[in-house]
């Protein structure tokens, strides 16, 4: 199972390298700065991850946790990415987005991780179960952002729509693997390790590379898709009006 699960990570590894080798030939780094940050964060340190591993195997296991754990946050940052995406020619609503991920991001941090890194005797259990209530969280903005963009008909483009496609299916397979490992102990997380998360990570970015190939955003000029009939100028109007609403009540 570790053998696999390690191929399987090289694999991931390798694809997350041409992602970042894609984004600099098509510029796409600058479009999606904080994605290709994540993204260089998971490239540069598996390989560390896997330098540990061969040449200093004891040191691996405090390691690997808190690549695991700087993680959990980091992943927010695609989040954010896709909020300033689906938000980007209402600039209100966009900071609105990004301030309200940074927020829970922050919150999450203070409540479940300081409490577990200080006061808990069994740290990779009480971290698998923050690791879950973390992947919930994303699962839960995430399902709002897309709500919202189905709600109002906002255009995604191909790129913004992969990154959601991507992320959900990593966030499925990851609360169902840590769903099962709190709720059945951590000896089955342990032995599932080195296989599930890897393959869901490098699922994950399967879909990203192929989304992420060529830029295709959504428009500049379109708030909202055409589809939806007469009433797009409507909700057009609406999120106008409620971006500026908005705009003042910051400036104040």
């Not at 004891?58 to 992943?75: C, D, G, K, P």
């Not at 191909?158 to 499925?172: D, R, T, W």
């Not at 990203?208 to 295709?216: F, H, P």
Request: net charge positive.
């Amino acid at each position: 199972m570790k053998i696999l699960g390690m191929v399987i990570g090289i694999c991931g590894i390798v694809l997350a390298g041409i992602a970042l080798f894609r984004a600099f030939a098509n510029k796409s780094l600058k479009q999606f700065p904080l994605f290709f940050s994540y993204i260089g964060y998971v490239f540069f340190g598996s390989i560390l991850l896997y330098a540990v591993y061969w040449f200093d195997s004891q040191a691996y296991r405090s390691t690997y946790w808190l690549y695991f754990l700087i993680s959990i946050l980091v992943e927010f940052t695609v989040l954010v990415e896709i909020s300033d995406h689906i938000f980007k020619n209402l600039p209100a609503l966009r900071h609105l987005g990004r301030a309200i991920t940074i927020v829970i991001s922050g919150v999450l941090a203070l409540l479940y991780i300081l409490p577990v890194i200080i006061w808990s005797t069994r740290r990779p259990p009480a971290l698998l179960g923050f690791a879950l209530r973390a992947s919930v969280t994303k699962v839960i903005v995430l399902a709002v952002l897309f709500l919202v963009a189905r709600h109002y008909r906002l255009e995604l483009g191909k790129n913004v729509a992969g990154l959601m496609l991507g992320f959900s299916i990593y966030l499925g397979v990851n609360v169902a693997n840590l769903a099962a490992s709190v709720t059945y102990g951590f000896a089955l997380y342990n032995k599932m390790l080195w296989f599930m998360s890897p393959i869901a990570f490098t699922l994950c970015l399967f879909v990203w590379t192929i989304a992420l190939w060529n830029l295709a955003p959504a428009p500049n000029g379109s708030i909202v898709s055409s589809v939806g009939g007469r009433n797009s100028k409507d909700t057009a109007l609406e999120l106008a009006r409620f971006n500026n609403e908005l705009s003042k009540f910051l400036e104040k």
